[in-house]
């Protein structure tokens, strides 16, 4: 539901933004527990592999296509954690099959937003490098640095793209690749401070759960990071007049019954 034509904007709040997601990661820890050991095992199995295959074969830098089958794998794990929060959040109930019933629906356009998201991130990262990395011309290092910087900024719209594509599951334009990048980039553009504090917040989760000895990422960084983007996104949708505003407490009316 909209808000009415004649109402400003509400401002959007990162602290409680953030607030409301560590508090659902809370309250769900067993399946934030869950859902990230078992992408954190699926991945890290088909990484191994990987890595056996490269250190044998020695393909050089081919080899990088034997990661792509966890790198994947990674996402789609992250793509039913994603709408399985979503339900959360919006309080939808959801059940743990809800996390493969949002693979299964979103895998299409999970896929081409996967190949969007990893050759835009190649491009701008291997220019980075190898125009910083140039000594040819003094104008290679400034070229490195807008590179970087391109980079940057699309990393920033990418942590918008998972939350996005399952939202757009119940809007118009649909889970469409292109559809998501644009929106990404406008929410970004509209709320440049919100979406770097986010990013920083996220990066600081992310070390936090590295640093002993990566047991946090095994067992919290995912399902966590769902959680927290997804509260975000709703923040930015409740400043739009996308959704509702709902009170800090919600009243718990139980599970629907079904029979």
């Known amino acids: 539901m909209h808000a009415e034509p ?4 509400r401002r959007a709040s990162l602290m409680r933004a953030l607030r409301k997601g560590f508090r659902a990661a809370y309250d769900n820890l067993g399946y934030v527990v869950f859902v990230t050991f ?3 095992a699926v991945t890290a199995a088909l990484g191994g592999g990987a890595v056996k295959v490269v250190s044998v074969t020695k ?3 081919g080899g990088i296509v034997l990661f792509l089958p966890g790198a994947f794998a990674a996402w789609l794990s992250a793509v039913g954690a994603f709408y399985y929060a979503n339900k959360s959040v919006y309080h939808e109930h959801p059940s743990l099959a809800d996390t493969w ?4 629906t979103l895998f299409v356009p999970a896929l081409g937003l996967f190949a969007l998201d990893l050759a835009v991130t ?3 990262v291997g220019d980075t490098m190898f125009f910083l ?3 040819a011309s003094p104008i290679f290092p400034v070229l490195g640095v807008g590179c970087g910087y391109l980079a940057l900024v699309w990393s920033m719209m990418a942590m918008y793209h998972l939350p996005l594509l399952v939202a757009q599951l119940k809007m118009e334009s649909g889970p469409r690749p292109f559809v998501v990048v644009r929106k990404s980039f406008l929410l970004m553009m509209g709320n440049p401070g919100f979406t770097v504090g986010l990013f920083v917040a996220i990066i600081a989760l992310a070390v936090i759960c590295a640093v002993p000895a990566l047991i946090g990422t095994a067992v919290f960084y995912l399902g966590a990071a769902a959680y927290i983007v997804t509260h975000a996104l709703r923040e930015l949708f409740v400043r739009y007049g996308v959704v509702e505003e709902e009170p800090d407490v919600i009243e718990d009316k139980g599970w629907p019954r079904r029979d």
């Open 6 to 9: 004649n109402q400003p904007p």
């Open 133 to 135: 990395a140039a000594k």
């Open 38 to 40: 078992v992408a954190f």
């Open 101 to 104: 019933t949002g693979i299964r």
């Open 122 to 124: 190649t491009l701008l």
């Open 59 to 61: 393909p050089g830098m």
